[in-house]
């Protein structure tokens, strides 16, 4: 089974400019999230979707990102204009749609991409 | 605001031995924790997890043990292997299906042969 794939790896822009991410999720994987690695610290969700949906976009910066999941399969993230502070490793993470069953059920695992490394100037 | 702690930056153990890695949680709505390893380059992959109706979960040489009273949980790895050495991040989510992660700032794991 192929993982989730994400491009580019890396990536190093001035800032001020532009610059986006592209994610594919697993195969049949309805729900996909980015986060925000930044260094020392660990993953922040930035916004999630269900299907072409969003679930959750309350920690994305939306005066400067953006993102869209057109046909509900892939996704791109758009930072513009980049700031200093937005230098971070941007994930992506896929699961299979929400199921119901409590908490004996068990939790949807989320698989991750390799990750964009961003350098902003 | 810090939910999920990690006030361990990086640990060292000897192979063979147990490995113990911490997390504190500060959030009293959460219902679910793992375990994610995370290599140089790679993103997080998925290690263990435990849901609150329980207190211990295993997993081959990987134990997380969860004390819902102290808001603690532990990841222990017995014996510890050279291959373990790695980033553990702790995460923890409000139960409802798929809800996002919550993650430590982790933990960096060294295993000297």
């Known amino acids: 089974e192929a993982g989730v794939a994400q491009s580019p790896r890396y990536k190093i822009i001035e800032k001020r400019q532009s610059v986006a991410f592209w994610c594919n999720p697993i195969s049949g994987h309805a729900t996909l999230y980015w986060y925000q690695q930044i260094l020392g610290q660990g993953p922040k969700l930035l916004i999630q979707?269900?299907?072409?949906?969003?679930?959750?976009d309350s920690q994305l910066p939306k005066d400067r990102f953006s993102a869209e999941r057109l046909k509900g399969v892939d996704s791109t993230l758009k930072i513009q204009p980049a700031k200093l502070e937005d230098s971070a490793v941007y994930l992506c993470a896929s699961s299979l749609e929400s199921i119901s069953g409590g908490l004996a059920g068990g939790y949807n695992e989320q698989f991750f991409g390799p990750g964009t490394r961003l350098t902003v100037l | 605001d810090q939910q999920v702690k990690q006030n361990s930056p990086s640990l060292s153990v000897q192979e063979g031995r147990i490995s113990i890695l911490n997390c504190d949680y500060t959030n009293s709505m959460f219902d679910y924790f793992l375990w994610y390893k995370k290599y140089p380059a790679e993103g997080p992959t998925f290690l263990i997890s435990?849901?609150?109706?329980?207190d211990k979960n295993e997993d081959g040489r990987f134990t997380v043990f969860l004390n819902k009273s102290a808001k603690h949980l532990s990841l222990h790895i017995v014996p510890s292997q050279p291959g373990d050495s790695a980033v553990y991040f702790c995460a923890a989510s409000t139960y409802s299906g798929n809800t996002p992660l919550v993650f430590g700032k982790g933990t960096r794991l060294s295993v000297i042969a």
């Open positions: 435990i849901s609150s109706i329980k």
């Open positions: 979707f269900q299907n072409n949906g969003v679930v959750d």
